[in-house]
C-alpha cells in the first residue's frame, strides 16, 4: 500500500477527516485502549520552539504502544546543512513515520517526496493541519459532530492557522469568514484553493466577520520567524483584537478558540481567553487525541 502523508487537511478526503476525528472521540473517551504503534517510532524534527507539539504527540505515541524521538534543528544534521532529501531516506531506514516542524512549506513537501514513511506536518510557514483539526473536535463538541452548518469568523493574521482552517473548509463544509488587515491576508494559492470548494468570505472588520457566528478564531500578530517584523505588525493589526464587546456580536453560545501560544492584550483580552466561552485548553487537549488517530490512520495496517 502506498505510503499517506499529511501536511494539510485537504490531504484526507472528507469522510477521513470527520472518520479521524471520530476516532480522536472514541479515543478520548478511553473507548480504544488497543497500543496499535508497539514496536513504531517517531521521528519529531522541530526546527521551531513548541510546547503543545511536541509533547502531544510524544504522548501520542507513547500511549499507543511506540515511541517518538525529539530531533532538534541543533542536534541533527539537518540544522548544519545535510539535505532534506538525505535526512528523509536515512530516517525511512530506521522509522516508521516523520513528524516535521519548520519554515517553508516545501520543506516539508520535500521531506515527504523522499520518505519512504509518512510525513506529518506539525506546522510550517504555510499551514499547521494538526492545529484545526484538533479545534474542529473542539467545534464538535459544542455543536456537534456535522459542522456543515457551522460559521467560523477568524480575526487577524492570514497566517499557517488561517491557512489551514481555510483549507479545512473544504473538507468540513464550515462556512469561514475572515477580516484580516491590509497586506495580511492568507497564503494566495490556499484562498484560490478553498474558494472554488469552499464557502470563504472577506469582511471589512471584526464586527462583521463574527455577527452571527459559532466560532471567534484568532492567533498571534506575529508568528515565530516573524519576530523582526513584530513593531510593525503591531501597529497594523490595531483593531483586531477579541474582546468581550466583539464576542458579544457572535451567537450567545458562540465559542472563542486560539492555537496558543497567545498574548493577552494583543490579539485577546484576557476576560474572553480565561472567560466561560473560551475553549482553549479542550482545544490544547484534543491535540493529543486527534493526533493518535491521525498516526493510527498513517500507520493503519497495524490499526486494524
Ligand atoms: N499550538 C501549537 O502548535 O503550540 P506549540 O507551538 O506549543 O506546539
Ligand atoms: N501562527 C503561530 C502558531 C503557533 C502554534 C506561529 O506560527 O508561530
Not at 504522548?59 to 540544522?79: E, K, M, N, P, Y
Not at 479545512?168 to 495580511?184: H, K, N, Q
Amino acid at each position: 500500500m502506498a505510503k499517506r502523508d499529511f501536511l494539510a487537511i485537504s490531504d484526507f478526503t472528507a469522510d477521513e477527516v470527520y472518520a479521524t476525528l471520530e476516532r480522536a472521540h472514541r479515543l478520548k473517551a478511553g473507548e480504544d485502549p488497543r497500543r496499535p504503534l508497539a514496536g513504531k517510532t517517531l521521528a519529531m524534527i522541530f526546527l521551531k520552539s513548541s510546547t503543545r507539539t511536541r509533547v502531544s504527540f510524544e504522548v501520542a505515541a507513547l500511549q499507543l504502544g511506540g515511541h517518538a524521538l525529539f530531533l532538534s534543528a541543533r542536534d541533527i544534521q539537518l540544522g548544519r546543512g545535510e539535505p532534506i532529501a538525505d535526512t528523509a531516506r536515512v530516517l525511512s531506514r530506521y522509522v516508521d513515520a516523520i513528524l516535521f516542524r519548520g519554515f517553508d512549506h516545501a520543506d516539508a513537501e520535500a521531506l515527504a517526496r523522499h520518505a519512504s514513511v509518512p510525513v506529518i506536518n506539525g506546522l510550517t510557514d504555510l499551514l499547521h493541519p494538526c492545529q484545526v483539526l484538533a479545534d474542529c473536535m473542539a467545534v464538535q463538541e459544542s455543536f456537534g459532530r456535522d459542522l456543515s452548518g457551522i460559521v467560523v469568523a477568524w480575526i487577524g493574521d492570514g497566517n499557517n492557522v488561517a491557512n489551514a482552517w481555510l483549507d479545512g473548509a473544504s473538507r468540513f463544509g464550515y462556512e469561514i469568514r475572515l477580516a484580516c488587515p491590509e497586506g495580511y491576508e492568507p497564503a494566495r494559492e490556499i484562498l484560490e484553493r478553498a474558494k472554488t470548494r469552499a464557502r470563504v468570505h472577506f469582511m471589512r472588520t471584526p464586527a462583521e466577520a463574527v455577527e452571527g457566528a459559532h466560532v471567534v478564531a484568532t492567533d498571534v500578530w506575529a508568528s515565530m520567524g516573524q519576530e523582526a517584523e513584530a513593531e510593525k505588525r503591531r501597529v497594523a493589526f490595531q483593531g483586531h483584537y477579541v474582546d468581550t464587546r466583539l464576542m458579544e456580536r457572535a451567537r450567545p453560545d458562540a465559542i472563542f478558540l486560539h492555537c496558543l501560544p497567545a498574548h493577552r492584550g494583543e490579539e485577546v483580552a484576557p476576560d474572553v481567553i480565561d472567560g466561560p466561552r473560551s475553549r482553549v485548553w479542550d482545544e490544547a487537549e484534543n491535540r493529543l487525541h486527534v493526533q493518535k488517530a491521525l498516526l493510527i490512520a498513517l500507520l493503519k495496517e497495524n490499526a486494524d
